[in-house]
């Protein structure tokens, strides 16, 4: 199998990010210990160099923890203070959920908020399809040697190439 690194680059934006640092898998450490937000500031100041309202945090499969990388991002964002940004979880939502959280999503240009919208992988729930396309944007979550290519490779088919707004490769 091929390595997800080599997928990445294979995406080749430039808003591609791998915070190495922070989750270098050699050194066991993982996204939830990233007591200093350092790293996760080039990510974020990156997603700022495109206009968005609400980005999507997906996981290629289930063995990422999305939710953990939403807070993170959630908690960065806010300490740049310039606008206020907020998690609205679609994790395991149902069909008949999806209308609300698509609501929420397109009341957010309204209200001048950011908001991040973990989700779960596409194979694992379909439902995500239209959170998805109501949203700016993706942040595509993979896990470095568990992840696999085919379908991070699906979910960027699936949301477009150019949403794809950056990747993160958590250890």
């Known amino acids: 199998m091929a390595s997800v690194r080599s997928f990445i680059d294979r995406i080749g934006t430039e808003e591609d990010v791998s915070l190495k640092n922070t989750t270098d898998a050699e050194k066991g450490d993982s996204v939830e210990k990233a007591d200093s937000h350092v790293e996760w500031e080039p990510l974020w100041l990156s997603l700022l160099t495109r206009p968005w309202s609400a980005l999507a ?27 206020t940004v907020r998690v609205v979880s679609a994790l395991g939502a149902s069909p008949p959920q999806v209308p609300d959280i698509v ?20 194979q694992a729930n379909p ?11 993706v942040v595509l979550v993979v896990r470095l040697g568990e992840s696999r290519i085919a379908s991070a490779r699906k979910t960027v088919s699936t949301v477009g190439r150019d949403k794809v707004f950056a990747s993160v490769i958590v250890g």
């Open 57 to 83: 945090v997906i996981g290629s499969d289930t063995s990422t923890d999305v939710s953990r990388v939403a807070d993170v991002l959630t908690s960065v964002g806010n300490r740049h203070g310039e606008r």
């Open 103 to 122: 609501k929420q999503l397109s009341d957010t240009p309204l209200a001048g908020d950011l908001i991040l919208v973990p989700c779960d992988p596409l």
């Open 127 to 137: 439902a995500m399809l239209p959170i998805l396309h109501a949203t700016s944007g």
